[in-house]
């Protein structure tokens, strides 16, 4: 894919109740795709709650450029890089942060 390298992924997870059994799921299948490539820093799911005015919150994943075989797997849909503010790390490692998202925009 030509666009690979800038391209992340975004897939509702559902609301705050629901969104831990695909987590599960997609953290799982991510650890075997991660484990396979040689673990590179690179590769990280991050989730944030989104609310956008509704009362409840949508839990989003987004998937770096390097998770993408995980995120297609999942039917994750290709998004603009998110902003760091108010993102988890779902899976993937710690130095990823510094990686994908130097400097500071929180």
Not at 33 to 50: L, Q, W, Y
Not at 56 to 75: M, R
Request: proline share 7%; aromatic share 10%.
């Amino acid at each position: 894919m030509k666009n690979r390298m800038n391209t992340w992924f975004s897939l509702s997870l559902g609301d705050g109740i629901t969104a831990g059994m695909p987590s599960a799921e997609i953290g799982a299948a991510f650890w075997r795709d991660f484990n396979n490539v040689g673990k590179p820093s690179t590769m990280a799911i991050f989730t944030r709650p989104e609310s956008e005015g509704r009362l409840h919150c949508e839990v989003i994943a987004y998937f770096s450029p390097d998770a993408q075989e995980t995120a297609i797997a999942f039917e994750a849909e290709p998004c603009e890089k998110p902003v760091r503010a108010g993102l988890s790390l779902l899976a993937g490692n710690d130095d990823s942060w510094s990686i994908l998202f130097p400097g500071r925009d929180v």
